[in-house]
């Protein structure tokens, strides 16, 4: 299998009238993670979303080795069904292997995903990202809601991706503990 | 494949009567009303009632169809599910074309079902019945692939579900025109040709709103 790689080159990004970010330029190679940083509105979701090719960039192109897996603010889970169920959905098309016990999920899978807190939905959301086995993980704000033994799972489980050659990029605005996490202040590439 | 056949059996269990997604019986109920009201608004004159009752079922089988769409694709949408599926290398269009064949099994021979009832109740003849039933096999994929188109184009809108009520009826009119035409005059050519339109929409569907959902993805 090609080994994972994702790089960006002179990306720019307009949203609506206004340019987000121009010039921005990175490459990671296997085991890499990279938390983009600043503050609200400056682009951090925008840049998930052109890197996972759901939005098409203003200019710069996205090379990308290997499937991507993205963690975003909408959890991809059904409402209506267990959090089990609905992880299973994600499961018979990925054929992985979600965590639901490292995440703490295993007493919350006969739950129905509405009566999850927020975190809760995180929690499941990174549990169907992890079970997806795609070497790219595209996480928006993971930390979102989540307290503070589960931030620590959540650092736990990007940083066991990128020790078995994954690639993680990181949009948030908290801290992210990982070794060797590069930072990319998306304040230096405003236009 | 395998991925296709395992979204189909989301939707099914999403949308079919019963189903997890709820309000699947209201089109239904909605048509069985309206068979039920029309004798009490126009009197009770068998004969009137024999002779428009097969328009009547019409009508309220294309009204029913706007039911469901608000429901089609939207919180699909907003729970990112699209987003994970194309992430997935899985295209709009294959997403669309299943959700196009559960929308019809949830609401297409159900309708059919119910217009058992509804010709009792409107004491239509037997050769009418046939006329509304072959009429409501060709003409339902037509409704649901039109209501599918409309459910993704005004998925990002506010009042989105209105909107889609007032935009499906002129685009149904043809599949009217020629579905209830056959019952005037009692021909196969009209079924024939609300079957020919059935099948452009369910051609066109998937095309149509897999590129729609697309578009609101960049909006």
Redesign the interface.
């Known amino acids: 299998m090609e080994p994972a790689h994702l790089a960006a080159t002179d990306l720019a990004c307009r949203r609506g009238e206004r340019v987000l970010f121009t010039g921005l330029a990175f490459a990671l190679s296997p085991g890499e993670a990279l938390q983009v940083t600043g503050r609200n509105g400056t682009g951090k979701s925008s840049l998930i979303r052109i890197l996972?090719?759901?939005?098409?960039p203003l200019a710069g192109d996205v090379e990308r080795h290997g499937?991507?897996?993205?963690v975003?603010e909408?959890?991809?889970?059904?409402?209506?069904?267990p959090l089990g169920r609905a992880l299973a959905?994600?499961t018979?098309?990925?054929g992985g292997h979600p965590p639901v016990g490292y995440l703490g999920l295993d007493e919350l899978l006969d739950v129905p995903v509405r009566y999850l807190s927020t975190g809760q939905r995180k929690r499941g959301a990174l549990a169907r990202l992890a079970g997806q086995g795609a070497p790219l993980w595209l996480l928006d704000e993971p930390l979102n809601g989540l307290d503070s033994e589960a931030v620590g799972l959540c650092e736990a489980l990007v940083a066991e991706h990128c020790a078995a050659g994954g690639i993680a990029v990181i949009a948030s605005h908290q801290p992210f503990a990982l070794p060797g996490l590069r930072s990319l202040p998306l304040a230096e590439f405003a236009p | 494949m395998t991925a296709l056949a395992t979204i189909l059996r989301r939707d099914l269990a999403l949308l079919i009567p019963g189903g997890r997604r709820g309000g699947a019986l209201l089109p239904v109920l909605f048509f069985l009303a309206v068979a039920m009201l029309y004798p009490f608004a126009v009197g009770p004159n068998a004969a009137l009632l024999a002779r428009t009752g097969g328009g009547v079922l019409w009508v309220a089988a294309l009204l029913a169809a706007i039911l469901p769409l608000d429901r089609l694709l939207a919180s699909d949408l907003e729970r990112g599910f699209f987003d994970q599926w194309a992430l997935r290398g899985i295209a709009e269009e294959a997403v669309v074309a299943v959700r196009l064949l559960a929308h019809w099994v949830s609401f297409g021979p159900p309708l059919m079902l119910a217009a058992l009832p509804a010709a009792a109740l409107l004491g239509l003849s037997g050769a009418t019945l046939r006329t509304v039933e072959l009429g409501l096999l060709a003409g339902t994929p037509g409704l649901a692939a039109i209501g599918l188109i409309i459910a993704a184009l005004t998925v990002g809108l506010r009042g989105g579900a209105a909107l889609g009520g007032l935009l499906m009826i002129p685009l149904a009119v043809p599949l009217l025109v020629f579905g209830a035409g056959a019952l005037s005059t009692g021909g196969t050519a009209g079924i024939a040709l609300t079957a020919a339109i059935s099948l452009l929409l369910v051609a066109i569907a998937p095309f149509a709103a897999g590129a729609a959902i697309r578009g609101a993805r960049e909006g």
């Open positions: 996972a090719g759901l939005l098409r499937a991507i897996a993205l975003d909408r959890p991809a889970l059904d409402g209506d069904v959905f994600w018979r098309l990925d």
